[in-house]
């Protein structure tokens, strides 16, 4: 960087030179001088011309030099020209006094103009070459000043850039520290988050390794969470949240990790050597802390709490399977009837092993083709006639058997396998059904269920256009099933999807009413064409008590709201007499009809459409497909 004391003293140094030598005034000023230097000069040649004494000429002579260097030092090449000029006209005029009057006495002064003129032109080259080198200097200090102005810049916007760097590490500092707690702290409650929690027991896990110490791990669920929310909105779902943490917190021992896996799920890990029966003591402790009354917005709240444990190193190697297993056994605790402590057991484990190699065969089946549908049919109560068929999935596996769809939709669900298998089973229904159609001619409703999994997809309805238009099959023709469960997530959401489908004129059917979070408010909110009440409800009707009452009153409120019924199930001549009693819309179930196969369903609808076959009536087609039709597996 250049010196600034140095810099200060050439600027001083041209400034002073550029006001002398580049004044306009001072230009003025040497025109002047220079004229009147050569009106001097020529006085001065009149004058030796007509004097005769050498002292005078001599005198004269040296003011002639001065005016000459004067002129070229002054105006460098316009007075090195004049000076030149005027010597030359007295050496010419000093010759020819000598040469046209003979006067021999003059003769020196011919070499005085002549001595001038190489002096002057010394002098004039000297001040060329000082003239340039001063051009030279007054370029490189522009160059420099540009320099040092451009330096001043940069330096001050490196300063600024310095400045946005400090600020900027700042703030990468403090969001690091953000994110490092967004990393393993849960916002809502400020306990660590999942991921903590696992990193807490992988550290605990190497230890133990090399102390040969064990732990325990305890998953937590609050009971019937969702009923706060739905009734008193997510708001104050997050307050009580809150409140159990910090009542959980305040009650653990200072040396157990609490934290929260997400929705009202917590976890705890017993980082102390304690036996089972002292760990069993200690959460019981927790669970009744739970009991204690809440006060959520003024409003007094009782919940409960489910507890499961796993222990390492007996339960677990690592912390997949210990998380696993407390939560296999807090689920075993639900099913139990909630509100309560359990500690994982082998036959727990047996049961995670089967669930293992029963989530591993699953995502296999479609593949090794060991998947198939079946179709119950549908009858009008009336008349008789065909409504449609329920699509039904079944699964025979070469290792496990004949599975249950009880068995095998749920852990679909989980590993959300349900998406893939159940666009399968939409496509290779409706491609049947297209297939059936075109071969039958004939108009019926095609029955498929919806998992709430399903539902959820971002590409759920851009997945069901496509396989309509791939397939053929109508809108009309299609009829979706969905059950209450389905509305757990965003009911908000779930409105929005089926009013898309009911736009395209697909059917939507609500099925299982009664038997999972049930609402007659539901019957309004939901765009829905049909309800199907459960078997549970058909069940009741050959009982003696007022339960086969029940029925009938949900037939006639459904069709106030405009929505047709069917009833899942009929199985007896006294449920069917019962239900045509009340005007229920349509019949599905074992007396009319089982789950067909291919080749059973290719009867039936032969034995419908054939003009020449027996009276087209249920007890003809029942004859004509036999007993061994359509077993349900």
């Keep these: 960087m250049p010196n600034r004391t ?32 050569l009106i001097i000069y020529l006085f001065i040649i009149v004058i030796e011309i007509r004097t005769t004494s050498d002292t005078v000429t001599g005198i004269l ?18 007075g090195y020209i004049i000076g030149v000029s005027i010597n030359v006209i007295q050496f010419l005029l000093v010759a020819v006094n000598v040469f046209s009057r003979g006067n021999v006495r003059s003769a020196p002064g011919m070499i005085l103009p002549i001595c001038t003129i190489i002096t002057i032109t010394i002098i004039y080259f000297f001040s060329k070459r000082l003239n340039q080198k001063y051009e030279e200097i007054k370029e490189q200090k522009e160059e420099l000043v540009t320099l040092y102005e451009e330096l001043a810049v940069t330096e001050g916007e490196l300063f600024n850039q310095n400045k946005q760097l400090l600020e900027y590490n700042q703030d990468m500092k403090e969001n690091e520290e953000k994110l490092n707690y967004l990393a393993f702290f849960d916002v809502l409650t400020e306990l660590p988050n999942r991921k903590m929690i696992i990193n807490r027991l992988d550290i605990l896990i190497t230890l133990s390794l090399e102390k040969k110490m064990k732990f325990a791990m305890i998953f937590i669920d609050l009971d019937n969470f969702k009923r706060i929310n739905d009734s008193m909105g997510h708001h104050a779902g997050d307050l009580l949240l809150q409140d159990v943490a910090l009542r959980l917190k305040a009650v653990i021992h200072t040396d157990d990790m609490l934290g929260r896996l997400g929705g009202d799920e917590f976890a705890l890990i017993i980082q102390r050597q304690l036996e089972e029966d002292e760990i069993l003591e200690y959460i019981e402790s927790l669970r009744k802390e739970i009991l204690h009354k809440f006060y959520i917005e003024n409003t007094e709240l009782t919940i409960s709490a489910s507890f499961g444990i796993s222990v390492y190193p007996r ?21 139990d009837g909630k509100n309560g402590v359990q500690f994982f057991n082998k036959e727990m484990k047996d049961k995670i092993y089967m669930r293992m190699e029963l989530e591993k065969r699953l995502l296999a089946s479609i593949e090794n083709n060991e998947l198939y549908l079946v179709y119950q049919p549908q009858y009008c109560s009336d008349t008789k006639q065909l409504r449609g068929f329920e699509t039904l999935i079944r699964w025979n596996s070469p290792e496990l058997g004949f599975v249950s769809p009880v068995q095998f939709i749920p852990v679909a669900e989980e590993t959300k396998f349900i998406n893939y298998m159940g666009k399968w089973i939409l496509k290779t229904a409706c491609a049947k059904f297209k297939k059936l159609q075109d071969k039958y001619n004939f108009n019926a409703i095609l029955s498929v269920n919806i998992s709430a999994v399903q539902i959820m997809e971002p590409s759920f309805v851009q997945m069901i256009k496509g396989v309509l238009e791939e397939t053929g099959v109508h809108p009309y023709n299609l ?25 395209m004129g697909i059917n939507i059917a609500l ?28 069940d009741s009707i050959v009982g003696k008590g007022l339960e086969k009452h029940i029925v009938g009153p949900i037939i006639s ?29 349509c019949i599905q179930g074992y007396i009319w009809g089982k789950p067909l196969n291919d080749d059973d369903l290719n009867k039936l609808l032969f034995q419908l459409t054939s003009g020449n076959s027996k009276e087209n009536t249920v007890e003809s087609r029942q004859e004509l497909l036999g007993e061994s039709i359509g077993e349900a597996i």
């Design 6 to 37: 140095d810099d200060n003293f050439l600027n001083r140094y041209f400034e002073k030179k550029e006001h002398l030598f580049e004044s306009k005034y001072m230009s003025y000023f040497k025109i002047v001088t220079c004229i009147l230097c």
């Design 557 to 585: 409120l459904v069709h106030q709201l405009d929505i047709s019924v069917v009833a899942e199930g009929v199985e007896n001549s006294i449920q069917l007499d019962y239900l045509k009693e009340q005007r229920c819309d």
């Design 61 to 78: 002579a040296q003011f002639q030099v001065m005016i000459s260097v004067y002129l070229v030092v002054s105006a460098v090449k316009n």
């Design 479 to 503: 009829e979706i099933e969905i059950t209450e469960s389905i509305f757990i997530s965003s009911m908000e959401y779930v409105i929005g999807v089926l009013n898309e489908l009911k736009d």
């Design 315 to 335: 339960d677990g190697d690592n912390s997949t399977d210990l998380l696993k297993c407390s939560d296999t056994a807090m689920y075993k605790v639900k099913e």
């Design 511 to 538: 099925d299982d009413f009664g038997t999972g979070y049930s609402s007659l408010s539901y019957l309004q909110l939901l765009p829905i064409d049909t309800l199907k009440i459960d078997k549970v409800f058909i």
